[in-house]
Structure formats: C-alpha cells, structure tokens
C-alpha cells in the first residue's frame, strides 16, 4: 500500500519540478528542487525518485540528498503533504518512518546499460572505412574490435566539445581526435577525452572536459564495472579496456581515485615505470594506505599495459601477472623496495 500511496502523491507534484521524466514505472528523473541542480546547464537533472523495497526514496547525484519521498513532497507543497500524511494515517502505515527529517545514504539506482549514443561531430569507430586512419590507430594499439563502439572520431574536436558541452570555457584546436567518453555509474556522460591522432596537435596528446559541473573526479569505465568484485584501477583509458572489471584514474594518483568508489576490493596497477619520481613516490604512499598495490616482476617489459599487449602478452596472461603479483601491507613494502630504482 505504501508504494501505491507513495506514486499516487508523488505524481501529483510532476508540474511543480522544473523538468521530469519518467524513465520505467518506479524510476523518474529531475531536476534537484533541493538544490537547483546546475546553475549552467539547465538541461541537467541529476535528482531521482526511485523503488527502495515498498516505498519510495529520492536522491540527487549534484547536492548529494537523500530522503524518504515524504520529506521530498513536505519540501515542495505542504498541503499536499498533509494530505498524504493522512492517507498512509488512514490506511495504518506507521507515519513516523516516513516523515522523519533526515539524509541518510540510499544507494545509486541502475538503469541498465544505454545504447551508444550519437553525435552531430563525431562518429563511432566501428562505423568507420577500415582503413580511417583512426582505425589503423586502434588497430596498431591492439584495441579489441568489439569496443570500437564505444569509441569515437571527430575531424573536429572544439565542435564536438561545443556540442556535448557548451560552457566547457577551454581553448580547443578544432584538430581530428579519438574520443574516449566517461560514463558516470548512471550511464550519464560525465565527460569526454581526445587523443591527438596524426594530424592533431600532439603537444596536447589528451585534452579532457568534464561534460558537467560535478566535483567528483573523472574516472573512465564507472559504468561498465562491477563493484560487487575486485575493481582494478589502472591509469591509462586504453589500459582498461584490456583488463576484466577495470577504472581508468586518468592521472597517476590511483589511491585518490580509489576514494571515489566502493567496491569489494581495489587493485592499484601503476604503470611499470621504477625510475619514475613521481610513480614510485605514489606507489609508496598507496602502500602506506594499505591498498592493494601490482608490483610488476623485473622481467615484465612495457611501461603500461597497452605497450604489454604490444610486447606479445595477451590480455589473460597479464591477468594472471597482476593475481599472482598484487600485495598490501608489508609484504607489498617489501617487494616495493626491490622493484623501485630510485
């Protein structure tokens, strides 16, 4: 009865959100009357309603609020809100647990994997010529076929980025790039990098917008893992894609993107760079913090693990590298030790 209760009140409010969607019968999406949602983009709605056992549950991914959908509807119209009140009093729900003010922690809902979306400036990989020169690029980095899809090209990046974002305020040479896009856990796009190709301006081999004004970190692949199971993060977007359930950090401070998301277990795979300062000094803290770090063996060739599938290594012995080779506490000091060279 509560869920029926909790439709029936809540549907009453549709023309009070600034915008609404019903995406299937327990899911609708808003924009946040808690927060105003983006103040740039006024397309932006990151509220939801969603089912949470027999009722309903609000939560925004941009304020971060949570709250029964009886807290949600006192917010926006308080005569509505008595009104339901007294419906849930009448048919002898307990009204207590649904009109309590407090924020608490409701997980993020799933809505299952979008179909690959299209772009006025930019077209999927796979749909290209067999020989683009995009494609010999992939091809040359051993980027397995069946995620062409997921990958694009554009003659023109800066007319892309104006497309899918346009108040990103950078300066962008409208040069041919490969488009790798982040997806959030919600399958919204959160953001888009472009790979210099041969005739882009490869000073700036990667140039990277976020497609909305979340503080949250970047972080490539959050809609294609499983936080159920191990999580690896490697630092590389190409990287992942060669590696089972794996986040790409886009920098090299795995241990600050490990704090972006819960899973089961987090495995750090730095790139194999031993004389690098910089590697070897995050290594050593994310040591510190008690993850779980690969400390690649000394014949392992290839910096990164694109260049390991290069090398010869396919994908599944690289797997079986990074099982036998993942430590945490002293142990994985220990093994540090030997493997940095500075």
């Avoid at 809540?10 to 949602?37: A, H, I, M």
């Avoid at 103040?39 to 304020?63: A, E, I, S, T």
């Avoid at 882009?200 to 970047?218: E, M, Q």
């Amino acid at each position: 009865m509560s869920l029926s209760t909790d439709l029936k009140y809540f549907l009453l409010l549709t023309p009070r959100f600034e915008k609404f969607q019903r995406k299937s019968d327990y899911l609708f999406n808003v924009r946040c009357p808690l927060c105003g949602d983006s103040q740039k983009n006024k397309n932006k709605m990151r509220g939801y309603v969603f089912r949470k056992k027999n009722d309903l549950v609000y939560k925004c991914h941009n304020c971060g609020a949570g709250m029964g959908i009886g807290n949600l509807i006192k917010h926006i119209d308080s005569n509505i809100h008595r009104e339901y009140i007294m419906e849930r009093y009448k048919s002898g729900e307990i009204v207590s647990s649904v009109n309590k003010s407090v924020m608490f922690d409701i997980p993020a809902p799933r809505f299952g994997k979008l179909e690959t979306p299209s772009y006025q400036n930019a077209e999927r990989c796979d749909l290209l010529p067999e020989q683009h020169f995009c494609r010999t690029y992939l091809d040359k980095r051993q980027v397995p076929q069946e995620l062409y899809s997921k990958l694009y090209f554009t003659s023109n990046y800066k007319k892309f980025c104006d497309e899918v974002y346009p108040n990103h305020g950078k300066d962008i040479t409208p040069d041919a790039r490969l488009i790798i896009p982040f997806y959030d856990e919600w399958n919204s796009l959160s953001g888009v990098s472009g790979r210099a190709l041969t005739t882009a301006d490869s000073k700036l081999r990667y140039v990277t917008i976020k497609t909305n004004d979340s503080p949250n970190k970047l972080i490539y692949g959050l809609d294609r893992v499983d936080f159920t199971k191990p999580v690896k993060v490697v630092e590389g977007p190409i990287d992942s894609l060669f590696l089972n359930n794996c986040l790409a950090s886009g920098d090299s401070s795995l241990h600050v993107t490990a704090k972006y998301f819960d899973a089961t277990e987090k495995i750090l795979i730095f790139d194999n760079e031993p004389r690098n300062k910089e590697i070897v000094k995050l290594m050593k803290d994310a040591i510190k913090l008690g993850h779980n770090v690969v400390i690649w063996p000394d014949n392992m060739r290839g910096k990164d693990i694109n260049e390991m599938i290069m090398g010869g290594i396919s994908p599944d012995e690289i797997e079986e590298i990074i099982s036998k080779n993942t430590f945490n506490g002293l142990e994985a000091q220990a093994k540090f030790i030997f493997w940095k060279k500075v």
